[in-house]
Each structure stands twice: as structure tokens, then as C-alpha cells.
């Protein structure tokens, strides 16, 4: 998964065809949880490409987007919102390829 650099970086890549953002941060117990079957949801998901975001780093980021809990994933195409999994809960394999099976394009 790429890593988010800057804010610009964050400006070009929404613009992108399909883009999966995790919001996330080292320290947060329920991010680890989920960490092992990253790479398998991202190998799944070839149609869109996955960043990571450190809450940490882009804190203004994050409530410029209203993410206030972590692990949380946002969906853009072409610039577009196209949907959102934002919330403070512990995330599973499943319910992330629900989340990512029920966007748009």
C-alpha cells in the first residue's frame, strides 16, 4: 500500500480513476488488528489503489474530511466522493470487502 506524502500528493491521487484511502496511525490497536489482510484486499481490489494515511501526520486532514475515529476507509473516482466507511469501530476483512464491493463503479 503507498503512503501518503503531502497534501498535494493527497490532491492529485483523488483525482485519479479509483482511489481507497485508509486512515490510520501506528499506535491505534484496532489498525493492527486489520493489518494482516491489507495486502490480500488490496490484491482483491486491483480496480483501485490503495493509500495510507497517518492520522497523525494529516490530523487537519482528517477533520477537514470528518474522520474522527480510525480505522476508517474513503472511496473517490475522478475527484469524487463515492463513498465512506468512517468510524471509530474495529474493522473485519469482510466487512471492508462489503464496504468496497458497494461502491459505484
Known sequence: MKK???R?????IIKNDRVILLFSADW???CRFIAPALPEIEAENE???F???DRDQFIDLCTELNVYGIPSFI???QGEEIGRFV???RKTKEQIQAFIDS???
Open 4 to 6: 501518503l506524502e503531502s
Open 8 to 12: 498535494k500528493q493527497f490532491d492529485d
Open 28 to 30: 491505534c490497536p484496532d
Open 47 to 49: 480496480r483501485f489503489t
Open 51 to 53: 493509500y495510507y494515511i
Open 75 to 77: 472511496a473517490y473516482h
Open 87 to 89: 468510524n471509530k469501530d
Open 103 to 105: 461502491l459505484p463503479v
